[in-house]
């Protein structure tokens, strides 16, 4: 079985400054990988996904994520966010085997500051 | 533009009321839909898989008599929650596949019962 750990509940940041959300998975298979991002009120919205090939990704809204296969981590990282930015974000995987199936992390509040 | 259409945004209703919610793909067929819940300040939680022209796949701990769910069509997946009580007050999610990869989520459902 697989599990996601989002270790930061909550992230404050000013606008501008960089941003890293941390994601560590578990699992005994190959999985995929997938940040969302959910805004007040709304369904989840994908940022970016990992299915194979170059570990560095690059989505939607000037995010990126990069896995590390040894360290089974999958971090966020966004160079200088915006207010626009702030949102609930949620890691997510699935198994080669069952890509159908996702599970996911607890989720990081990403609050941006001006 | 959206592939997903998630109907109603909101409900608030009396105790015992059952309450339809409706889930539909706007931009292809889609065999398998997924019901998610997430309760507040917390993660999705996978309720049930909608398969087309078949019953839904539960996962443990969900009643699925208490949640219907009916796919009867390749664009239409509904949940029924039955006999609704306070506790099960939530945000409901559906989403649908491309290429085996559950990508695409409705807005949401805020359901709260009196």
């Known amino acids: 079985a697989q599990s996601v750990t989002q270790l930061d509940s909550q992230v404050p940041v000013f606008e501008e400054a960089p941003v890293e959300l941390r994601c560590n998975y578990s699992?005994?298979?190959?999985?995929?990988l997938f940040w969302y991002v959910q805004y007040p009120n709304q369904g989840l919205q994908l940022l970016l996904k990992y299915l194979s090939g170059s570990t560095l990704v690059k989505g939607i809204n000037g995010f990126e994520a990069e896995f590390n296969k040894s360290q089974t981590s999958f971090h966020l990282r966004k160079p200088s966010v915006h207010i626009s930015d702030t949102a609930e974000y949620f890691c997510?995987?699935?198994?080669?085997?069952?890509?159908?199936?996702?599970?996911f992390g607890t989720g990081t509040r990403l609050q941006v500051f001006p | 533009g959206a592939v997903v259409s998630q109907h109603p945004s909101r409900v608030i209703c009396k105790s015992g009321t059952s309450v339809k919610i409706e889930c539909r793909s706007l931009d292809f067929q889609a065999t398998t839909m997924f019901w998610y819940r997430q309760f507040p300040k917390q993660s999705l939680m996978l309720m049930a898989t909608s398969n087309e022209g078949s019953k839904a796949t539960y996962e443990q701990g969900v009643e699925k008599d208490k949640f219907l769910i009916n796919h009867a069509s390749l664009t239409l997946s509904t949940l029924t929650v039955t006999s609704a009580h306070p506790e099960d007050s939530s945000f409901y999610i559906c989403s649908l596949g491309d290429s085996n990869q559950p990508q695409h989520f409705g807005d949401g459902t805020r359901l709260s019962i009196l």
């Open positions: 997510a995987v699935s198994d080669l085997d069952n890509t159908d199936k996702l599970i």
């Open positions: 699992s005994s298979v190959s999985v995929y």
